[in-house]
């Protein structure tokens, strides 16, 4: 785990849209923070720069001990969530489950235990030897959150997970994460343009507008003074 701390972050991109501009944010220890704000206003951008899938243009970004601005995004201890579950079409869930570890090289018996422990928080178990065509969008989805729980990294960082599926299953997808949440307590940044989302699931919620900073607080504080 490990607070994640923006400073000054910009992002202008080739063309010179200004898509963040002077952004600070302290993401604390163990923190759910919801990134919200309407479609354009560089949400997805300031969490690829957290992932490093994007280069700052200025100022800088820690995750941990660490800053981050020079790093690959494999070396930045983080998983990564999306919206649409990249998941191997040609393995079953467990070996989907297990492949990150393969390769970095755990033990047949400890990828077996991560697996079962994952399989167990997200309701997996009885869909381990299933391949991802023959899930629900919802299971895929919680597929796609196990591989990120395995590699038990510092941070989650996840864009609009639950917008492909449908209200029913988000709302039970959102229950799921917050006692996923409260279990692991990996520091998590999220990006939605649902507002409903943001205030159940933030302990505390960044409001964008423009690439700039308007408001971070609580839900129960941005919901008395909006
Ligand atoms: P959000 O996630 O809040 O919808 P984005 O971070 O995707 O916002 O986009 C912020 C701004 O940056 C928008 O004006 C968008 O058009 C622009 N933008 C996003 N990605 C690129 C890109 N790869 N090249 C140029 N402009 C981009
Ligand atoms: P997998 O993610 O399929 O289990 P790896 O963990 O070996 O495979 O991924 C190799 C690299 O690819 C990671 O170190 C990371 O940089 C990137 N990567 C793959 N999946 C993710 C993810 N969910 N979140 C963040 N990075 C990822």
Redesign the pocket.
């Given at each position: 785990m490990a607070e994640i701390v923006l400073d000054g972050v910009d992002k202008v991109y080739a063309g010179g849209v200004k898509a963040v501009d002077g952004l600070d944010l302290e993401i604390r220890d163990g923190e759910f923070m919801v990134l919200v704000g309407p479609s354009g206003c560089g949400k997805s951008t300031a969490l690829r720069m957290i992932?490093g899938l994007e280069e700052i243009s200025g100022g800088s970004i820690s995750i941990g001990e660490r800053v981050v601005n020079d790093l690959?995004?494999?070396?930045?201890d983080?998983?990564?969530?999306f919206q649409n579950y990249a998941l191997?079409p040609h393995m079953t869930v467990e070996q989907?489950l297990a492949?990150?570890?393969k390769?970095?090289g755990v033990s047949k018996e400890q990828r077996a235990q991560k697996v079962q422990e994952a399989a167990k928080m997200l309701g997996l178990e009885q869909f381990l030897s299933r391949k991802p065509a023959a899930l629900s969008g919802g299971q895929r989805q919680r597929v796609?959150m196990g591989?990120?729980i395995?590699?038990e990294?510092q941070a989650f960082?996840m864009d609009e997970p639950l917008s492909n599926l449908d209200a029913k299953l988000r709302v039970s997808m959102r229950a799921s994460l917050s006692q996923l949440h409260e279990r692991l307590k990996v520091t998590t940044v999220y990006v939605t343009h649902d507002q409903v989302e943001a205030m159940t699931l933030g302990d505390r919620v960044c409001v964008l507008r423009e690439g700039r900073l308007q408001q971070v607080d609580t839900p129960q504080r941005l919901f008395d003074n909006p």
């Open positions: 992932a690959a995004p494999k070396d930045r983080i998983a990564m969530v191997y989907n492949f990150g570890l390769l970095r796609a591989r990120a395995v590699r990294p960082l």
